[in-house]
């Protein structure tokens, strides 16, 4: 149960598109359109972003969007902002009720 | 509203044991998989073990496998994680959340708590 690959820092300017990758394998990531991303500031508890490869729940905003291929699924960030700064986490369902986190990445807006 | 709402956090001595609980409100308990994810001081997430409606299909990750016990008592809305043989390891904030998708479990947790803290030290 290795976590999920993600670079550990992303940045941009505001107003700027950033984008995190999120490698798995066949028995995770690529085999299953049950990718989910999170976003988690500093001290708080995670938040749903994106799920199910590119689904945004209620409240989310556009500028949030999702993407997968083969085995590494992609979070963008279009139009960054300064409240977009946070530590970012891909989730993946791996078979049998279990799931798979990334490792994380830090968002920072420059 | 709805809620999620951890307890039963603490400090422990390693090989000691603590039980957690969660206590939901404001949707149908019954009707959703629920998951408990814990994340060490500075670290990320790492899920820890997922509990069907009917607790028929009951996981865990292979770092807690044989000493951690989840439970649900959906009378009661709430979900539980005994924990045995604690190690220092095992110190992290740990969290439960609810599935979005009534029909299993997606690895997509619309719904999280707080947390409650565990620390295992001597």
């Known amino acids: 149960q290795s976590a999920l690959t993600q670079p550990r820092s992303v940045s941009g300017s505001p107003g700027q598109s950033v984008t995190i990758s999120c490698t798995g394998t066949?028995?995770?990531?690529?085999?299953?359109?049950?990718v989910s991303w999170y976003q988690q500031p500093p001290g708080k508890a995670p938040k749903l972003i994106i799920y199910?490869?590119?689904q945004r729940p209620s409240g989310v905003p556009h500028r949030f969007s999702g993407s997968k291929s083969g085995k590494t699924a992609s979070l963008t960030i279009s139009g960054l902002q300064a409240e977009d700064e946070a530590d970012y986490y891909c989730?993946?369902?791996?078979?049998?009720?279990?799931?798979?986190f990334g490792g994380g990445t830090k968002v920072t807006v420059l | 509203e709805v809620q999620l709402v951890e307890s039963g956090g603490g400090l422990v001595k390693p090989g000691g044991s603590l039980r957690l609980s969660c206590a939901a409100s404001?949707?149908?308990?019954?009707?959703?998989?629920m998951t408990w994810v814990r994340q060490a001081p500075g670290k990320g997430l790492e899920w820890v073990s997922t509990?069907?409606?009917?607790?028929?299909?009951?996981y865990y990750a292979d770092s807690v496998k044989g000493r951690f016990t989840i439970s649900r008592d959906n009378a009661k809305n709430s979900l539980y994680l005994q924990m045995n043989s604690l190690r220092g390891e095992d110190t992290a904030l740990y969290y439960c959340?609810?599935?979005?998708?009534?029909?299993?479990?997606?690895?997509?947790?619309?719904?999280w708590g707080q947390g409650t803290v565990v620390t295992v030290s001597s």
């Open positions: 959340a609810k599935d979005i998708d009534p029909s299993g479990t997606t690895g997509a947790f619309d719904i």
């Open positions: 404001g949707f149908t308990f019954s009707s959703y998989s």
């Open positions: 509990i069907s409606v009917t607790s028929i299909y009951i």
């Open positions: 066949s028995g995770d990531v690529g085999g299953y359109d049950y």
């Open positions: 199910n490869v590119s």
């Open positions: 989730c993946s369902y791996a078979g049998s009720y279990t799931v798979i």
